[in-house]
C-alpha cells in the first residue's frame, strides 16, 4: 500500500475530513484496502462519519465493498443503526440484499441489536427482504426474539417487521416460530404481538 493510500485510510476512519480531501486530491486511491481489505468508506461507516463518508462518495466509493469478513460500509449500517449514514449511502446504489459472513442482510444485525429507527427507515426506504434467511436459518423476526432482550426496543423492532409483511410462521431450523422463542424467554409483549399476527 502507498503512503498517501495509508494517509486516506487513517483519515476516513477519524472523520478527518480536511485530510480525506487532501490525501484524495494528491490521488490516494478512493477504493485503497488495508490489510483486512477494509476500505476508506468501510471506515468511515464503521464509526459513522458521515462528512467523510460523503466525501468518499462524491470521489466513487464502493458502498457494497466487502472486506475479509464480509462487512461493507451498506451492512455495517445494520449493525451501527445509523440511518444517517445508512441515507448517505442511499444514492449511490448500495445492494440491499448483499449478505455479510453470517447470510444476512443489514436488516437482521439491525434487528438482532434492536436499532428500532433504522429498521423502520431500512424498510421503508429499500427494497430489503423482511424474510431473508440467513446461514443460521433465522430471519430478522426470529433474530430479534432470539437474540434481543425481549424490552421496549425489541418489541418495537418486531412491530415494524410484522407491519412490513414479516411472517410469524416462518420457523428457525428446529421448527421453532418467533412466538415459540418468545414464549420460551418469557417476553410476553413481543409474545402477544406475535400472537396477533399468526
Known amino acids: 500500500m502507498n503512503t498517501l493510500d495509508d494517509t486516506l485510510l487513517t483519515a476516513a476512519a477519524h472523520g478527518d475530513t ?4 487532501a490525501a484524495l486530491d494528491a490521488g490516494a486511491r478512493v477504493d485503497a484496502r ?14 459513522d462519519h458521515v462528512p467523510a463518508a460523503r466525501l468518499l462518495l462524491a470521489a466513487g466509493a464502493d458502498p457494497n465493498a466487502q472486506d475479509d469478513r464480509s462487512d461493507s460500509p451498506w451492512l455495517v449500517t445494520g449493525v451501527t443503526g445509523s440511518v444517517a449514514m445508512m ?3 442511499l444514492p449511490a446504489g448500495p445492494d ?3 449478505t455479510n ?11 438482532e441489536r434492536g436499532h428500532v429507527a433504522y429498521v423502520r427507515a431500512l424498510l421503508r426506504e429499500t427494497a ?10 433465522w430471519t430478522a423476526l426470529l433474530e430479534a426474539v432470539i ?7 425489541h418489541r418495537d423492532v418486531v412491530a415494524l417487521l410484522l407491519a412490513a409483511g414479516a ?3 416462518l420457523a428457525d431450523p428446529h421448527g421453532r416460530t418467533a412466538l415459540e422463542h418468545a414464549d420460551r424467554h418469557g417476553f410476553t409483549e413481543i409474545a402477544a404481538l406475535l400472537g396477533r399476527a399468526g
Do not use: F, K, M, Q
Open 18 to 21: 480536511a485530510a480525506v480531501r
Open 34 to 47: 488495508d490489510r483486512h481489505r477494509r476500505t476508506p468508506l468501510l471506515r468511515a461507516a464503521r464509526h
Open 87 to 89: 441515507r448517505t449511502l
Open 96 to 98: 440491499p440484499g448483499l
Open 101 to 111: 459472513r453470517y447470510g444476512g442482510t443489514a436488516l437482521i444485525p439491525a434487528a
Open 128 to 137: 430489503v427482504d423482511v424474510d431473508h434467511v440467513n446461514r443460521l436459518g
Open 147 to 153: 437474540l434481543g432482550s425481549g424490552g421496549r426496543d
Open 167 to 169: 411472517d410469524p410462521a
